[in-house]
């Protein structure tokens, strides 16, 4: 038609823009070759920068030719006049500044940057922190530029107020920014430290206030954007405030004491793991005020970091006339110490902390820190009832519950699991193990108030056990109709055990079961043993006698009870 | 140059407003020889944007075209026997009662009397007067406090049937020349200075202003170049049909655009902001937590409302407003959704519509920024001008000032073959596309006509000030009483490029009841405040003082259908002028309909080729093609002048 253009069809333009690709290959693969050659044959020189922009200009994720480069830069600052040097430096900037266009998220580019601002005699940092404000303005949550924000912040000494202000700033623009939460996670309590309580401190409330209702408008706004869920929990996990072990202690302490007379036993159990050396004097221990030298283990004996450390002790001391002894253990690295007495016609003696439920699980909370956990805990559940399906909403709610009152909020917590695990079937085996923690540590309170040895935690859906060196003195302990897949290395903790009830559960193996000095009777029916094999931790209990194997896949084997008698030869007792 | 015009073409398009330069550009794009004049000197029609000055000259012409007599049609004489004639009309009758006000103080020259005179006349200011006159005792200079000028002449009360005598215009510049014979010395406490040098925005204007706040009427005829007045107040909704076109065709490049920068809503006698976008809810400081999610959620349900039949099928009888008050909502937050995001009418607007327009609204959202609109930098004349621009580019030619006298109809065929100029100039045409205003009274005498009310107004300040001076706004101020209709209040601030540092320009529409001064005065009186010298205590809590104001209405011929006009050949088609709405996909909408019935099965406005892409071997090409190709470059510089509206070139020659 008249006036009409006339252009190039489709076919010609993809040939066009074939040829163009296939040209620049070529350029890029020869001046890849060339910089290996040059490098090979140890010429350093400004050629190699030159080749090495060509193709670090088209794709900056080529490491190999970054470190290329730098080797070229040091050279040059070796035979290069200061001046030289300034205009080098100068056009590298620039260079690097074109490749982070080219490609905003470039580790080696950033890299690059980092390391020739270090080797700069006198950088502009106030350059660098207009750079990446320009590139976060671009992509707010480009971590490798917030990265370098930290790099640059720390170099050129940037108050962290201002740091602060400019996550402020980026947060107001959109506040699904986890790199701008976690910024400020690590500016507060720089910009608020806490005199008493060490590197951990707690913010001050006005702030922890401030920083709750932030976020508060975030999750409020959108509950379904993760960043703001985690920084609110950093907030409530701060210092002390936080809802589970093992940051609820930050001094190492001597948790229990333990003497049996009859196994010429001493065992000592830590509110952490740690690790003691064999006759060193990290750990001390003194009879009757003074030293004796001993060796201490681990219950399943290898050398590692371990809540319990037990020693033997020499039988002198246990079976003399005296009407008592006094046992002192001192952790002079820990500076804790603990002492008990063991009377003339007992066969133990122990000494353990009276544990409130405060100092086991969780802190101590001040009366306003719970005053703010409880108006979280408030407008958490206005929250639900708009969400009733957001999973971080009610995994939040049943923290807080847990921090504020775990025995009271115990049947609302378990409601809210139920609820949690129908919205979120993804992670239902995490939440099932959470909660078995949550009811163990629940169980354990509730033995601690009542001073009992005994504990029953049998029909709770338990999926794991925790927390089982805090049962050191129990003797009775009923986990049967749970869901438990294996008795922990762990339960070796359970120094006094006698009687343990493990049936109707899916267990497969016995690993935690080994070495326990006083067990007598062990139930494991209607479990999930397969081979008798599994079966070979039990050897190394010298008192087992009764041990309930029914409705086990094991039963079936041919020749099965001669096999255990082989295996077991101590034990009196096998229902199969 | 105009009596060498080329005496045949495709298509001419007579009006230079948004719709037709559309067609224009579509037209020449794909190829049709293309005439486009405007009897005007400016381009745009009823779509034009003008300086200060040129606004005034504009207000003059309408006065002017008011005396034209009818001359006797020479024309006649070139009509054949077998031939018919349309005669198309000479003056617009599309603007009437406009009204000026002026405020801003005339050079620094004081009439007290004219500011009792004031009292008297008008009505805005009553209201605000007992208080200025118990703040001027304070004040040593009393009688200097009050200089606020009016240059109001009394309106005739003459029925709006006669369009030509309604006009009313009170030139501005009259009151430029009033006898002053106080002195210009103003005593301010110095105190208040300071304080009044704390809200001038910081470090842009204070180097320009050494008088402050205080803008004077001179300071803004001197500065009237940097004004771009919008004759429609519109807005480009981020995913309308217009933002598509102008990618689409490339359109977009000739043309600068910056995002509105946030909705505000006008609720107990105070402006606040409504909180729309994902970030404005997290910022909010009005809204309670349980709020932001409501809100959030209510949004959130919008976006995909189909996808939820359950949640609004029982409702979709009755109206948004009753549905919003079933719904998990605050009245607070129903009157955001309802009047500020939806913008529809509380009364009149079914919940489907209502779902609609909020959609529309969040979909729009976040594309350029943190609402839905963009506004034209330099103004909404600007968008017209860039079509031109295409169209020119592939060879259209312009002519402005261009007076068409009519349109020449074939007897026989009954299609119209031909127009005759001013010069008396016959030029051949396949298709005529005529604006609504061109055509003479015996044409639309059955058409029934909507009117606009359009209000101009300069203030000092923004209607919510916030840390930055340089915002942007869009305000709808929902109708009072059942008949009258909501009026949205557009405020631009000096960095649209459409108004002078310091000063807002501030533009109200809606649908007319009554004339724009009655209809859009009570919002202006709640908003503002008449200018005066005299500081006032609490500067905080004040309302934005006014220094100039133009009150006019707009004929709305959108809408109307074809059949209403009298006798129109098939191919004469007819373009409507602005319509009322806030984006501009009505004028999209028509122009893609007229082209397409022009130009049946072509693209529409395709994207440019590469030039990389155009074939340019001049050998086996016809000349014409080539030609059409050189034309690009030399025709590369249409219409931009917008400041030079006042006295415009025409492109093309």
Redesign the interface.
């Known amino acids: 038609m008249h006036g009409r253009l006339k252009v190039k069809t489709s076919e010609e333009q993809a040939e066009a823009k074939r040829l163009e690709r296939e040209q620049k290959l070529k350029l890029y693969q020869s001046a890849t070759r060339a910089v290996f050659q040059k490098r090979q044959a140890g010429e350093l020189d400004e050629s190699v920068l030159e080749l090495t922009s060509q193709i670090l200009g088209a794709n900056p994720d080529f490491a190999t030719l970054w470190n290329c480069r730098r080797e070229v830069l040091q050279q040059l600052e070796a035979q290069k006049s200061p001046e030289e040097l300034a205009t080098l430096v100068k056009a590298e900037l620039g260079f690097l500044e074109s490749c982070l266009r080219v490609n905003p998220k470039s580790y080696g580019t950033w890299h690059h940057r980092c390391w020739l601002l270090g080797r700069l005699p006198e950088p502009n940092w106030a350059r660098e922190l207009e750079l990446c404000a320009r590139f976060l303005e671009v992509d707010e949550r480009n971590f490798h530029c917030w990265d370098y924000r930290r790099f640059v912040a720390a170099q050129a000494a940037v108050p962290p107020a201002e740091e602060l202000a400019f996550t402020d700033s980026l947060i107001t623009r959109n506040f699904s920014n986890y790199s701008s939460w976690h910024y400020r996670s690590c500016l507060l309590p720089q910009l608020h430290p806490q005199p008493d309580s060490g590197p951990r401190g707690r913010l001050p409330e006005d702030v922890l206030l401030k920083e709750l209702e932030l976020v508060q408008n975030a999750f409020f706004t959108d509950p379904n954007d993760q960043s703001a869920w985690f920084y609110h929990r950093w907030l409530l996990g701060r210092g002390d405030l936080w809802l589970c072990l093992p940051t609820a202690d930050p001094q190492d302490a001597l948790h229990c004491l333990h003497v049996s007379r009859d196994e010429a036993c001493l065992t000592v159990s830590f509110s952490r793991p740690l690790l003691v050396g064999s006759r060193t004097e990290t750990l001390l221990l003194m009879v009757d005020e003074s030293p004796l030298i001993v060796e201490w283990r681990t219950p399943d004996g290898r050398h590692q970091p371990s809540h319990i450390w037990l020693c033997d002790l020499p039988t002198t001391f246990l079976n003399d006339q005296l009407p008592q002894h006094t046992f002192r253990v001192i952790w002079t690295a820990g500076n804790a110490q603990k002492e008990c007495v063991i009377f003339k016609d007992c066969q133990e003696g122990w000494c353990r902390d009276s544990a409130t439920d405060e100092q086991l699980f969780r802190c101590e909370l001040s009366l306003e820190k719970s005053t703010v956990l409880q108006s979280e805990l408030k407008s958490c559940k206005e929250l639900q009832e708009l969400e009733p399906e957001n999973k971080w909403c009610l995994l939040t709610i049943i923290l807080l519950m847990r921090a504020l009152d775990p025995l009271l909020y115990e049947k609302e917590t378990l409601q809210y699991f139920e609820t949690l695990k129908a919205v979120d079937p993804m992670r239902a085996a995490y939440l099932d193990d959470l909660r078995s923690k949550f009811l163990l540590e629940n169980s354990v309170l509730r033995m601690e108030y009542a001073e009992v040895r005994v504990l029953h935690l049998a029909h709770k859906d338990l999926t794991v056990l925790c927390h089982l060196e805090q049962l050191l003195l129990v003797t009775h302990l009923d986990l049967s109709h749970n869901h438990l897949r294996a008795l922990p290395p762990a339960l070796a903790a359970l120094r006094c055990l006698e009687v343990l009830q493990a049936s109707d559960n899916v267990i497969e193996s016995l690993d935690g079961v080994t070495n326990l000095p006083r067990l007598q009777e062990l139930s494991l029916s209607n479990n999930c043993l397969q081979q008798p094999a599994a079966l070979q931790p039990l050897a190394s209990c010298p008192r087992l006698l009764h041990l309930n194997l029914q409705g086990n896949p094991l039963c079936q084997a041919v020749g099965i009870l001669e096999h255990l008698a082989q295996l077991l030869p101590s034990v009196s007792s096998i229902l199969t | 140059m105009a009596d060498n015009l080329p005496s045949e073409f495709d298509v001419i398009v007579i009006g230079t407003g948004l719709p037709e330069s559309i067609i224009a550009a579509a037209c020449s794009r794909?190829?049709?020889?293309v005439l486009h004049v405007d009897s005007r000197s400016y381009y745009g029609g009823n779509w034009a944007s003008f300086s200060f000055s040129g606004l005034l000259s504009w207000l003059k012409e309408y006065q002017e075209n008011s005396d034209i007599v009818n001359e006797s049609p020479v024309w006649q004489e070139q009509i054949l026997e077998n031939e018919e004639a349309i005669a198309l009309s000479r003056k617009d009758k599309t603007i009437q009662h406009v009204e000026v006000f002026c405020y801003a103080s005339q050079d620094l020259h004081e009439d007290v009397e004219e500011a009792g005179a004031l009292q008297k006349n008008h009505a805005s200011v009553t209201s605000t007067n007992s208080m200025e006159a118990a703040d001027s005792a304070c004040l040593p200079t009393e009688d200097k406090s009050l200089n606020t000028v009016s240059c109001e002449m009394p309106a005739e009360q003459i029925p709006s049937s006669d369009p030509e005598s309604a006009l009313v215009v009170n030139d501005a510049e009259v009151t430029g020349e009033k006898e002053n014979h106080c002195d210009d010395k103003i005593c301010v406490p110095s105190t208040s200075e300071e304080e009044t040098s704390e809200n001038v925005p910081p470090a842009e204007d204070t180097a320009e202003q050494p008088k402050k706040n205080r803008i004077t009427y001179s300071q803004i005829i001197k500065e009237g170049r940097r004004f771009n007045i919008d004759l429609v107040s519109k807005l480009l909704y981020s995913r309308g049909l217009l933002i598509d076109l102008l990618i689409k065709s490339n359109v977009s490049r000739y043309a600068e655009f910056k995002n509105v920068t946030r909705i505000l809503a006008f609720r107990e006698g105070r402006v606040e902001q409504v909180p729309c976008s994902?970030?404005d809810?997290?910022?909010s400081k009005q809204l309670t937590?349980?709020e932001?999610?409501?809100l959030?959620?209510f949004l959130t349900f919008c976006m995909e409302y189909e996808e939820h039949p359950d949640d609004y099928k029982a409702y979709e009888e009755m109206t948004f407003s009753e549905y919003l008050k079933t719904q998990?909502l605050t009245p607070n937050l129903q009157y955001f959704v309802l009047h500020s995001i939806a913008m529809i009418s509380e009364t009149a607007s079914s919940t489907i519509d209502g779902l609609k327009a909020t959609q529309n609204f969040l979909r729009c959202l976040g594309r350029y920024g943190n609402t839905p609109f963009l506004f034209p930098l330099y103004g909404q004349g600007e968008l017209p001008q860039c079509f031109c621009r295409m169209c020119a580019v592939?060879?259209g030619i312009y002519c402005l000032r261009h007076l068409v006298q009519c349109l020449v109809v074939d007897k026989e065929s009954g299609k119209c073959k031909a127009i005759i100029d001013q010069f008396g100039q016959r030029i051949i045409s396949k298709h005529f596309l005529v604006e609504d205003s061109y055509f003479s009274e015996n044409t639309c005498s059955h058409v029934q006509y909507r009117q606009i009310s359009r209000a101009v107004l300069i203030t000092d300040r923004s209607v919510l000030k916030t840390d930055s001076d340089q915002q942007i706004s869009i305000l709808t101020v929902p109708a009072e009483e059942p008949g009258s209709f909501a009026v949205r209040v557009i405020e631009l601030c000096s960095s649209t490029m459409t108004c002078m540092k310091g000063t807002y320009l501030v533009h109200l529409t809606c649908t007319s009841s009554k004339t724009a001064r009655e209809d859009l005065e009570p919002v202006v009186q709640k908003l503002f405040t008449p200018y005066t010298e005299m500081e006032i205590e609490n500067e905080e809590v004040e309302k934005p003082r006014l220094l100039w104001a133009l009150y006019f209405n707009m004929r709305d011929s959108s809408d109307i259908s074809r059949n209403c006009y009298n006798d129109l050949p098939s191919n004469v088609y007819v373009c409507s002028g602005p319509d009322c709405g806030l984006g501009n996909d009505n004028a999209v909408k028509q122009a893609e309909t007229l082209f397409q019935q022009i130009c049946p099965n072509e693209d529409f406005c395709p994207p440019p080729?590469?030039p990389e892409?155009?074939?340019l071997d001049g050998d086996s090409?016809q000349p014409?093609?080539s030609e059409?190709?050189a034309t690009q470059e030399v025709n590369l510089e249409p219409p931009k002048e917008s400041a030079n509206l006042g006295n415009p070139e025409e492109p093309s020659e």
């Open positions: 794909s190829g049709q020889r994902r970030a809810v997290f910022n937590m349980v932001k999610r409501m959030m959620k998990k592939f060879g080729p590469n892409d155009i074939v090409l014409e093609a059409s190709s």
